[in-house]
């Protein structure tokens, strides 16, 4: 399976971007990670391939919301209220075995796109 994820750019304190990230396959648990630089890869929203369980880590939750729409394959990830801390590059992962906040549990990764948020 291939993932292409889209949608980055430099954006101003408080404002908002939608990810999209499309899958060549269906039926894949979704998961958006983010890299910031020097620091790890981390876990930033996940998504049930029925779109049925949705988890947000600490630092996005309320501020950020995952969804997909299965018959364009695409997954998004909106991003409001953005934080200069939320700069980095985000990546798309899918699975369809092991579903969790972990990098491990995916198998499949898009390229990433980068977000950039000015103070």
């Known amino acids: 399976v291939q993932l292409q994820a889209s949608g980055g750019g430099l954006v101003q304190a408080g404002g908002s971007l939608r990810l999209s990230c499309a899958v060549s396959?269906?039926?894949?648990?979704m998961g958006w990670f983010r890299q910031a630089p020097g620091k790890e890869r981390e876990f930033v929203a996940r998504i049930a391939w029925n779109g049925g369980t949705l988890t947000y880590s600490d630092s996005v939750q309320g501020r950020f919301t995952i969804s997909r729409d299965n018959a364009k394959n695409t997954v998004y990830l909106q991003m409001n209220s953005l934080k200069p801390e939320d700069t980095a590059v985000y990546y798309c992962?899918?699975?369809?075995?092991?579903?969790?906040?972990?990098?491990?549990?995916?198998?499949?990764w898009g390229q990433g796109t980068l977000v950039t948020v000015s103070s």
């Open positions: 396959g269906s039926r894949y648990n």
């Open positions: 992962a899918g699975t369809k075995t092991n579903w969790g906040k972990n990098v491990h549990d995916y198998e499949y």
